[in-house]
């Protein structure tokens, strides 16, 4: 009778507290390590090296991350891949597996899964965006065929060293990825935050600083460089993915392919065909400066009109919309704003003379038609005509421009 009682309250002492019987403490740490390593394994293998090639990871981290990836998410690295090459291909259209701006936010938030696991069901998508992915034994006969086992795997593991406990543990681990990759970053990194660039949709910057999502906070800075392996440009922007991507890359586990271009400054010399390949190389770069510009010419603007004492009149709330909106392209521009930014630009020759001005340097990489001799030429007649244009700003702009290096 005594040895069930033990037994019994041996097993009652195992589903309350599992085997390690842990704190609190100890409990939210190993969970938050867990899913750190499944958003790298996401962020760094699925992602960066797989997704877009802009890295090649060694066997050890690479099988390593794909041992995680089907304990801790179930997913298929192959789906993964389509599905996120297609976004890319497909951004903001009707085609894209998960765009809010097609979809609506709330239903990437609600819905989102259900939306990846419709689109990995469709054959077109694998064979046309899936190329290149693991295709060795253990992928065939594991990861991808028994794909929702290694999830069931952790619970069991969760529920043997923590007891009843382990279920909320693998709870969390099972909504960390939906939550984080398709409601934060798949959901509002396409519809609120800041945008360093005007890549060709609606990519977002949630966050300058992310620990928890591994770097791919800095959507705005992906989209517009999708092939580097760091998504981080801005002095007070981090990614904690690329830190491990260069440890990594400190003891050969990793090689970094691609990281985004970075504009060179030299002697200021006429435009010429090094000016061109610079310009096309970091049209983003260069278009970001060219919208800061933009928005001094607006700020000026705005402190003629408040020296006149206009701070409330129709002028003034004209001007103030150009600051916000102006240096975007128009595509972005609400329509419902339109009519007072023209409203702007009509009485401002400067603003009017910028934003023309800026259509015309932006043709030097849409005109696929059009030799490079002609551009050049067509470059350094735009510097001559910034410089003697009288606007401070097109001036300085097209002197820095004349000193850009590829």
Not at 190 to 204: C, K, L
Not at 222 to 228: A, E, I
Not at 323 to 342: C, E, G, N, S, V
């Amino acid at each position: 009778m005594n040895e069930l009682l033990i037994v019994r309250d041996a097993l009652v002492q195992w589903l309350g507290y599992g085997l390690l019987d842990a704190s609190v403490w100890q409990i939210v740490g190993y969970t938050l390590v867990l899913t750190h390593f499944t958003i790298l394994g996401v962020t760094i293998f699925l992602h960066r090296a797989q997704s877009h090639r802009a890295l090649e990871l060694g066997p050890i981290p690479s099988h390593f991350f794909r041992f995680w990836l089907w304990l801790t998410t179930g997913m298929v690295t192959k789906e993964f891949v389509a599905i996120h090459r297609k976004h890319h291909a497909k951004c903001e259209t009707e085609e894209d597996p998960h765009s809010p701006q097609t979809r609506g936010l709330k239903a990437l938030l609600l819905t989102g899964v259900e939306l990846y696991r419709a689109e990995s069901k469709n054959m077109e998508t694998m064979a046309k965006y899936g190329t290149g992915t693991p295709d060795d034994w253990i992928e065939r006969n594991l990861y991808t065929r028994f794909s929702w086992q290694g999830v069931g795997l952790m619970l069991i593991i969760n529920l043997t060293l923590f007891g009843a406990i382990g279920a909320t543990i693998w709870a969390i681990q099972m909504a960390w990825i939906p939550v984080w990759a398709t409601g934060v970053i798949n959901g509002i990194g396409h519809y609120w935050g800041y945008r360093n660039f005007e890549a060709p949709d609606a990519s977002r910057n949630v966050s300058p600083w992310g620990i928890l999502i591994g770097g791919e906070e800095l959507h705005n800075n992906h989209h517009t460089y999708p092939v580097s392996a760091k998504f981080s440009v801005k002095p007070f922007e981090f990614d904690i993915g690329w830190g491990y991507i260069r440890a990594m890359e400190m003891i050969g586990w990793a090689k970094v392919r691609k990281t985004a271009p970075k504009l060179q400054l030299g002697e200021i010399k006429p435009a010429d065909k090094q000016t061109l390949e610079a310009l096309i190389a970091n049209r983003y770069e260069v278009m970001a400066a060219y919208g800061r510009g933009l928005k001094a010419a607006c700020a000026g603007e705005l402190a003629k009109l408040k020296a006149q004492g206009e701070q409330h009149s129709a002028k003034w709330a004209q001007f103030k919309l150009a600051k916000r909106w102006l240096h975007r392209d128009t595509d972005f521009i609400p329509a419902d704003f339109m009519a007072d930014i023209d409203g702007a630009r009509a009485a401002s020759p400067v603003l009017d003379k910028l934003v023309s001005m800026r259509e015309e340097l932006r043709q030097m990489w849409t005109r696929t038609n059009v030799s490079a001799e002609q551009l050049v030429a067509d470059l350094q007649a735009w510097c001559r005509k910034a410089e003697e244009s009288g606007i401070a700003e097109l001036r300085a702009f097209s002197m820095s421009l004349r000193a850009a290096r590829a």
